[in-house]
């Protein structure tokens, strides 16, 4: 987790923040336990492959919180078919009780806001404030 403003490549000096939400099928409190230490290690796996960071992450029962850091060629739609294509299918295999409970892990929908540098510590204090509720 990088503390740079900006980060460069050879072509490209850019900040771009991403605000996350999803939940699961009918918001269903199933992300708890070891299921949720699970979904943590599913996402920093997949958010290594990708190149991307995650700044913050919150997993509540019954939805996730991320703040990530990505490169401009990564659709935000992307990042989260990708984060969520490969944490059902470990997690309903891993866990064939959330098979039983819901057809689909994930809602199809979720929400996105992209987040400049004055508001990161706003959104970051928010994700962090979500793990007491």
């Known amino acids: ?6 980060t460069t490549t050879k072509t490209t000096v850019y900040n771009l923040g991403y605000h ?3 939940c699961p ?3 269903r409190e199933v992300l708890t336990g070891k299921i949720e230490q699970r ?3 599913l996402f920093l796996e997949k958010a290594n492959e990708l190149e ?8 509540m029962p019954d939805h996730v919180h991320l703040f990530i850091k990505a490169d401009p060629t990564l659709a935000p739609h992307y990042i989260v078919r990708q984060l969520k ?3 059902a299918k470990i997690l309903r295999k891993e866990f064939p009780e959330l098979k039983s409970r819901l057809p689909s892990l994930w809602t199809r929908s979720y929400y996105v806001e992209s987040v400049g540098h004055i508001s ?8 962090e404030d979500q793990e007491g509720k």
């Open 39 to 41: 979904l943590k290690q």
């Open 120 to 127: 990161e510590d706003t959104i970051r204090k928010y994700i």
């Open 20 to 22: 996350i939400i999803f």
């Open 85 to 87: 294509g490969y944490s």
């Open 25 to 27: 099928k009918y918001r």
């Open 52 to 59: 991307i960071e995650i700044q913050d992450l919150t997993i």
């Open 1 to 6: 987790m990088s503390k740079n403003r900006w």
